[in-house]
């Protein structure tokens, strides 16, 4: 087997904000870019660094030594590789198959098993870090299928992240994935609440934080999303709406397990009910708004020494 | 005002392990240290260093320049300060209290206008850092009440802790202390889920951690916690017991504000089940007792390709 080097030919689907940074890398680092995303306006800038248009997934699979996908929900994953003349119908045998797309463990399974059938090897590679991640070639990226495919998309995953970890058998990219999103999302839920006690109490929420960004309850989020929340910043790093995707994703995923994750099932109302009144295109830390709603409806008591 | 300094007479009360610790720096900080503690003969070995014994907290507080608490429960804070015989009653004019208990914000108010109108100063002062952090005096102390009194009690706080953090009046203290147990209750929550989920899908946890710990659902539970929880290690850092009364005190008071906090309710929620079924010395990455009960009922399914 031959380990994937400059040169060759990569297809990538799905040129949103993180699919057009990777494949950037990827053309930056050699490789031939044959590309075919959903609005081909959106290609145009990296068609103007010479990357080459494709009309389906599948003529891009055609062609191509290597093919990527970064699409949308599992729903797209599945018609872009299962579909009449998609990715595995159309790739020549040896062609490796890599999703990056965040999509179901139980999906990737079938999509292996239909690969390999016709002489294709897959990966799951679903990766964290946003868009900020994408861009700096910063992912953390979880991969599930065989060892060898792994080793041979290597020289790919280098040009795009930097904490690579072969996870096991196909769909444990996904499952490391689904863990990753579940510990996010109970621990959103904590950050938002100790906010909103810290303001409602009438506490310096800032002041608050020096006493516990440190210790034992600080996390990534309580230190990088804290902040905005307490600036009224709830721009998007990561969408609401794609965080309900992966969180119905693990739901689904930890039912077919036979789990009941009571945390996980109350991030995901949470979300919904933020979604549901708008918030669907704010940023994670945009669940404190929903929070913020309590300080409206009770305004905050006077305190007083004998309170 | 005079800050506090070597050779004054600080009062103790309560050396368990988070007091007798503390005290212990403050006799090897040059204080005179009068003790009092529920059970005598875990004072011994403190009396042995130099410590002098009185057998109630008043008689303590009626030789001190100062008077620490470390005690169990806010109705132990309200009987040692506002008992007949008690604290408040017992120390002289000038008197500086310290109570570092966690405790209920609204009794430290409650303890402070009494202390007032006797001429006491008062600070509510709960830590952060558990046994580990008081060995080292590396706790992290949430002061409230008068600045002028945090100044006073400084050259204390220094020799007991390093991330001090005065928050504002009466109560902030503790208030700030209900934030911390709010972000971790939510946070614990999401590690045993994130854990649990790795275990039932068939895949390795610590390469799992491999690939979350450093991102964006990064924590110090997910650090620090889980790498026992993987070990079976359930030893207590902080007991169940304990965060169980905490995560009541931060009920209450959130009640008290009429503020809804569904995470923190489950945490509570959670945490009662495990102590009700015998897990209330466990620490608190013990709440993963509770949920691995579920690899149990429902054994891991067969990973095949084609599940």
Avoid at 297 to 303: A, G, I, M
């Amino acid at each position: 087997m031959e380990l994937m080097h400059a040169g060759q030919t990569v297809g990538f689907i799905g040129l949103g904000v993180m699919g057009a940074s990777m494949a950037g890398h990827l053309l930056a680092g050699g490789y031939r870019l044959i590309v075919h995303t959903r609005t081909k306006a959106k290609a145009q800038p990296l068609l103007a660094r010479g990357m080459t248009w494709r009309d389906t997934p599948g003529d891009v699979a055609a062609e191509a030594d290597a093919v990527i996908t970064m699409v949308g929900y599992p729903s797209d994953v599945e018609s872009v590789y299962l579909g009449s003349q998609g990715i595995v119908q159309r790739a020549r045998p040896g062609t490796l198959l890599i999703d990056m797309t965040t999509s179901s463990p139980a999906l990737a399974r079938r999509i292996a098993a239909q690969a390999m059938a016709r002489g294709l090897s897959t990966l799951d590679a679903p990766v964290s870090g946003g868009d900020v991640g994408a861009r700096e070639a910063k992912l953390s990226i979880m991969v599930g299928g065989e060892p060898a495919a792994f080793d041979r998309a290597m020289p790919l995953f280098q040009l795009m992240g930097r904490n690579i970890v072969h996870q096991g058998d196909a769909g444990t990219g996904q499952h490391a994935k689904m863990c990753n999103q579940i510990a996010i999302a109970a621990g959103m839920i904590g950050v938002c609440e100790a906010m909103l006690y810290a303001k409602k109490s009438g506490l310096n929420p800032q002041t608050v934080l020096q006493s516990i960004s440190a210790g034992a309850a600080g996390s990534w989020s309580l230190s990088n999303l804290a902040p905005r929340i307490l600036q009224g910043d709830f721009s998007p790093g990561f969408y609401v709406k794609h965080f309900i995707k992966d969180m119905g994703i693990a739901l689904d995923s930890a039912a077919e397990m036979g789990l009941d994750l009571p945390g996980l099932k109350l991030a995901h109302q949470l979300y919904d009910r933020l979604a549901a009144s708008g918030g669907e295109n704010l940023g994670t830390q945009g669940l404190f708004t929903l929070y913020a709603r309590q300080l409206e409806l009770h305004p905050n008591p006077t305190q007083t020494p004998a309170g």
